[in-house]
């Protein structure tokens, strides 16, 4: 036991060094040397001569490079903090938002592999065809096109190859620099790494199971089953498992796309409408909502229906959380400030000792 902890001690030292490396790579020498100084925990700070000082970059723009090259782990990071528009400022989460489609795909035999032993089946005796070329390749799943035997098209999300084991051993790594981070710099303390940290480590390994996303799929579906707006993609349980989940293909264009929508002679606000009603019905009517609504994920459909996709992540409310935001839009549609900030009291969003109701 104490080699083996041993082992891990020395990758998770030489993965801190690779870290460092790259930051300076990326023009981030002076923080790099106050973050790790010369010989610490073994660590040894490179010269920062060795790579080409790129400061002609902006720090939001150097910091999504090093996120991208530091791998998936730190890719799925950067793109919970594009999420946190209440922590970073705006010109950090214009260029985090990037991160979303810029993963390389698996390649498709690794994919292949994984399929046929999930099943136990070879591939084509599953899938009339299959696209070795994926649609979409995120940081820890990539989805195929593909049709089944029964000609129906359906989207294949798989879970990347050695992932989970990959993203244990950067969780760890992460706390570590979160500590630093909160340590060294004001700015640090002030977002609060180890608890973003934290909320990491809590939601990526819910990601890492496709039958728990077909299950979230599944109790969307059922509230929205008589929705002529909303559409959730039927799950193909026969071909669903731990690490492959096939679903029913939702075609069309993402909700960022307001030229093509117009193009199509959809109304862009119409759409807008549609987001807004569904998901306050999730708010205030099912206590479940999805939590990762960004443009990849929400899809217009060419009848003007809008597909939501990606339910890796999803939020849960209590009965008093959702009636504290119904109070809160009911507030607003009339103009009733104090119901607001009750609500936002009641929420633990303000301190009611700090209010001056006159």
Do not use: C
Request: proline content about 4%; aromatic content about 8%; hydrophobic content about 40%.
């Amino acid at each position: 036991m104490k080699f083996v902890n041993g082992m891990r001690h020395v990758r998770g030292i030489r993965r801190l060094g690779h870290i460092s490396r790259i930051m300076v790579k990326h023009g981030l020498g002076d923080f790099t040397d106050r973050l790790f100084k010369q010989g610490s925990s073994g660590i040894t700070t490179p010269d920062n001569t060795a790579y080409p000082l790129k400061s002609g970059f902006p720090s939001p723009v150097r910091i999504r490079k090093v996120l991208e090259e530091l791998g998936p782990s730190f890719v799925k990071l950067g793109q919970l903090m594009s999420t946190r528009a209440d922590i970073f400022p705006p010109e950090y989460i214009q260029e985090l938002v990037k991160l979303q489609d810029s993963v390389p795909p698996v390649a498709f035999e690794e994919i292949r592999k994984v399929i046929e032993d999930e099943f136990g089946q070879n591939l084509n005796d599953i899938f009339k065809s299959f696209n070795p070329e994926s649609m979409a390749a995120a940081s820890v799943a990539q989805v195929h096109m593909a049709e089944l035997r029964t000609g129906e098209k359906v989207a294949v999300k798989i879970i990347r190859p050695g992932i989970g084991k990959k993203i244990r051993q950067d969780i760890g790594l992460m706390l570590t620099l979160a500590e630093k981070l909160e340590r060294k710099f004001d700015v640090g303390r002030k977002i609060g790494f180890i608890n973003l940290a934290r909320e990491f480590e809590r939601t990526i390994f819910k990601e890492l199971d496709m039958l728990t996303e077909a299950g979230h799929m599944e109790r969307f579906s059922g509230y929205f089953k008589d929705s002529h707006e909303l559409v959730i993609p039927k799950v193909h349980w026969a071909y669903t498992s731990k690490s492959v989940l096939v679903m029913e293909h939702i075609d069309g264009i993402k909700i960022d796309q307001v030229k093509a929508m117009q193009e199509l002679g959809i109304d862009p606000r119409e759409i807008a409408m549609i987001g807004l009603r569904n998901f306050s019905r999730q708010l205030m009517e099912f206590g479940l909502f999805h939590a990762d609504p960004h443009p990849g994920n929400t899809i217009v459909m060419y009848d003007g229906r809008v597909g939501l996709v990606d339910f890796g992540i999803t939020g849960y409310l209590d009965e008093e959380s959702m009636m504290q935001i119904a109070n809160i839009f009911l507030g607003y549609a009339e103009h009733d400030y104090v119901m607001i900030v009750e609500a936002f009291a009641g929420a633990g969003l303000i301190d009611p000792e700090h209010i001056d109701m006159d």
